[in-house]
Nanobody, 120 residues
Framework: QVHLVESGGGLVQAGGSLRLSCAAS????????MGWYRQAPGKQRELVAT???????NYGDSVKGRFTLSRNNAKNTVYLQMNSLKPADTAVYYC??????????????WGQGTQVTVSS
């Protein structure tokens, strides 16, 4: 079982910045590419960014150059620094952690989501 605690969402004006954090706790062997997805009203959930346990990052096209994802393996925590925010970034942001629970069992965990609202 993996428990994800998200923090850092809120309301910000266009051009501003926010930082999201997601901490994983529980019993597991490892977490592979941990990161964030988002879902705006009426749209499908989309990739924001993921980071592997060795630091390789993958960003959605709409956030490249503006968002930076980092990871602290010792704390099982990822940090999403969001700069130059746009109203189009408004969405519920979900933390994702694909975890290996045992040698033969893996499971994809999701956080409850945190709202990010960017006003124009």
């Amino acid at each position: 079982q993996v428990h994800l605690v998200e923090s850092g969402g809120g309301l910000v004006q266009a051009g501003g910045s926010l930082r999201l954090s997601c901490a994983a706790s529980g019993r597991f062997f490892s977490i592979n590419a941990m990161g964030w997805y988002r879902q705006a009203p009426g749209k499908q959930r989309e990739l924001v960014a993921t980071v592997s346990d060795v630091g390789s990052t993958n960003y959605g096209d709409s956030v490249k150059g503006r968002f930076t994802l980092s990871r602290n393996n010792a704390k099982n925590t990822v940090y999403l620094q969001m700069n130059s925010l746009k109203p189009a970034d408004t969405a519920v942001y979900y933390c994702n952690a694909p975890a290996r629970i045992t040698l033969s069992y893996s499971y994809d965990y999701w956080g409850q989501g945190t709202q990010v609202t960017v006003s124009s």
